[in-house]
């Protein structure tokens, strides 16, 4: 079974940074698009960056300057490196990946969730 496994949310006074991680496990052939979504209370899910296999990043314009996506193909692992936090920020902060796994049918796979939240 293919799973996303997330790890680094927390409390973090305004100014400060955060790195999320987030490992694919599992029976896995490659990784396409990963990503990190945010959902924030009474707000619907959106995009914050994403990152192809070869490196290519997009990036919410709330967060450019500010955030930034990366992965380890050999890790199958994607990471967010947050700095400059702003209250604005806090929310449930969700990994995405679109994953080829060895039956060949391409999974899109959503981690649990992990929440960040920025004082003010």
């Known amino acids: 079974q293919v799973q996303l496994v997330e790890s680094g949310g927390g409390l973090v006074p305004a100014g400060g940074s955060l790195r999320l991680s987030c490992a694919a496990t599992g029976s896995i052939v490659s990784i396409n698009v990963m990503g990190w979504y945010r959902q924030a209370a009474g707000e619907q899910r959106e995009l914050v960056a994403a990152i192809s296999r070869i490196d290519s990043t997009d990036y919410a314009d709330s967060v450019k300057g500010r955030f930034t996506i990366s992965r380890d193909n050999a890790k199958n692992t994607v990471y967010l490196q947050m700095n400059s936090l702003k209250p604005e920020d806090t929310a449930v902060y969700y990994c995405?990946?679109?994953?080829?796994?060895?039956?060949?049918?391409?999974?899109?796979?959503w981690g649990q969730g992990t929440l960040v939240t920025v004082s003010s």
């Open positions: 995405n990946a679109l994953i080829v796994p060895v039956t060949l049918r391409t999974l899109e796979v």
